[in-house]
Nanobody
């Protein structure tokens, strides 16, 4: 089992920044990759960014150049730095950890106002 707890969401004006954190605990040494997903009202959950055990990162086209994923392997914490936020970034953001199955956090709301 891997437990994930997100934090850092909130309300921000368009053009602003937020940093999300995801604290992982449990069998973290089994995790192959971690990532951030988001789900806006009425839409399906979508990939935002991932990072593998080896440090390879991927980003959705919609966030490239604005969001940065990183991790602190000592603190077992995943981060998502979000800059130049847009109203369309408004969603619940979920932390994901992939072992043989996926583990999810409870989500943190990000609201970008115009």
């Amino acid at each position: 089992q891997v437990q994930l707890v997100e934090s850092g969401g909130g309300v921000v004006q368009a053009g602003g920044s937020l940093r999300l954190s995801c604290a992982a605990s449990g069998l973290t040494f089994l995790v192959n990759a971690m990532g951030w997903y988001r789900q806006a009202p009425g839409k399906q959950r979508e990939l935002v960014s991932t990072i593998t055990r080896g440090g390879v990162t991927t980003y959705a086209d919609s966030v490239k150049g604005r969001f940065t994923i990183s991790r602190d392997t000592v603190r077992n914490t995943l981060y998502l730095q979000m800059n130049s936020l847009k109203t369309e970034d408004t969603a619940v953001y979920y932390c994901n950890a992939r072992v043989t199955i996926d583990f999810w956090g409870q989500g943190t709301q990000v609201t970008v106002s115009s």
